[in-house]
Each structure stands twice: as structure tokens, then as C-alpha cells.
């Protein structure tokens, strides 16, 4: 188990660029899959990228390819989410996640608000 803190989040304008990180807690986390998710008020929730335990993999969901990316820092026990040319349509409240097979470790969640 491992207890995952997200920062980062704010307000910004649409065209802007925000970077959340999600910083953990444990040696174990270094060897997690990592990944964001968002959610929306009255939406569900949704995937948004993710990072595999050793950095070689990331994977993005259609919404914001080319306009987010994923990095680990390990030294920092930290995953970043950079978040360029953001959208009103991006606002929600965005969380990360880690595990082994599955996403069992949460976050509490940092809201982001892009206004147009």
C-alpha cells in the first residue's frame, strides 16, 4: 500500500498549461503502474493516461494525446502530468492511481478548471 498525494491543480485559461503531480509515499511505489483519471460534475469517471512501473510505457487517452504527457521521477517517488493547450472541456477534478495489476491506491484528488 502506498498513500498518493496530488498537487498541482488551478485555474487557467484555455491555451494554458498546468503540471499535477501525484507524490507517494513507500519504496513499493517505484514498481506501480501509474495513472490519472478525471471526473467531471455529472460525469463519469474517466481515463486519462498512465505510465508503467518502469517508464518505458505510457498510454493516453484520445482526448488529450499530444497535449498531455506522463513522467516518473523516481528519485522523488513523484508522477507528473503535464497538461498543454488546455481545453474548457479538461476541467474536472483529476486524480492518480497506482498498483500491480490493478489500481487499488487513490489519491484524493486535485481540481482543475480551464476557463474559456
Known amino acids: 500500500q502506498v498513500h498518493l498525494v496530488e498537487s498541482g491543480g488551478g485555474l487557467v485559461q484555455a491555451g494554458g498549461s498546468l503540471r499535477l503531480s501525484c507524490t507517494a509515499s513507500?519504496?513499493?511505489?517505484?514498481?506501480?503502474?501509474v495513472g490519472w483519471f478525471r471526473q467531471a460534475p455529472g460525469k463519469e469517471r474517466e481515463f486519462v493516461g498512465g505510465?508503467?512501473?518502469?517508464?518505458?510505457?505510457?498510454a493516453y487517452a484520445e482526448p488529450v494525446k499530444g497535449r498531455f504527457t506522463i513522467s516518473r521521477d523516481y528519485a522523488k517517488n513523484t508522477v507528473h502530468l503535464q497538461m498543454n493547450n488546455l481545453k474548457p472541456e479538461d476541467t474536472a477534478g483529476y486524480y492518480c492511481a497506482a498498483g500491480i495489476g490493478r489500481y487499488d491506491n487513490w489519491g484524493q484528488g486535485t481540481q482543475v478548471t480551464v476557463s474559456s
Open positions: 505510465i508503467s512501473w518502469n517508464g518505458g510505457n505510457t
Open positions: 513507500g519504496r513499493t511505489f517505484s514498481s506501480y503502474t
